[in-house]
């Protein structure tokens, strides 16, 4: 979330009180939402939740995302413990799968807000894994809190074989796409203009 502080801007990290797990099973049919649509669907329920941490006289400025990973229309959250993480791993090992990060901008103005959610897909394919690289990348506890048990950004990295697309999606935040959302929203009103000033070309 970012905030104007005497006339700069800074940030702050809000951690919203919001189950993904819960948020799913309160669906009436998770099965009639494409994977786009769920990641979507649950980054508004996590913009929601922030927005809940925040003043409505506040000017400000939230994103949000989520993360899932899709294989043979499966769709991966993260996993519960150990054992899923190895079922997940073994389930991509040699194989191509989608990650879908949806981008949700919050800009809230004195006047007015504007809510933009929006998702990015990039294609991974990994190498043919053995047991004992399975139970190395488990050990390191990496798996545990990441869309279908891995990390691109760190020690996963040794298992993807090629990516086609965003290399940030697969991180958790589609760079370039958030950047022409944050353009967007800037010209969409003159109150949302501050917007600007956060674009590193501004």
Not at 24 to 29: A, C, K, Q, R
Request: charged share 25%.
């Amino acid at each position: 979330m970012f905030d104007r502080f005497w006339g700069v801007y800074g940030y702050s990290v809000i951690v919203p009180a919001f189950d993904e797990l819960a948020a799913v099973d309160e669906l009436d049919d998770p099965a009639m939402l494409s994977p786009e649509e769920l990641a979507e669907h649950l980054t508004a329920g996590k913009i929601a939740a922030i927005k809940d941490n925040i003043s409505d006289s506040e000017e400000y400025l939230a994103v949000a995302a989520d993360t899932i990973v899709v294989i043979d229309d499966q769709i991966m959250g993260k996993p519960r413990d150990q054992a899923e993480a190895a079922e997940m791993l073994k389930k991509l090992s040699g194989r191509r799968h989608r990650v879908i990060t949806a981008a949700a901008l919050l800009a809230h103005g004195q006047k007015s807000e504007l809510l933009m959610v929006e998702s990015e897909t990039t294609y991974v394919e990994f190498s043919l894994l053995d047991q004992r690289q399975i139970d190395w990348y488990i050990s390191t506890d990496e798996p545990m809190d990441k869309a279908g048990a891995y990390g691109i950004q760190g020690y996963g990295s040794a298992l993807i074989r090629k990516i086609d697309g965003c290399y940030y999606n697969v991180m958790g935040l589609p760079v370039n796409r958030l950047m022409n959302m944050l353009r967007e929203a800037a010209v969409k009103s003159p109150e949302f203009s501050f917007i600007s000033g956060l674009l590193p070309w501004s």
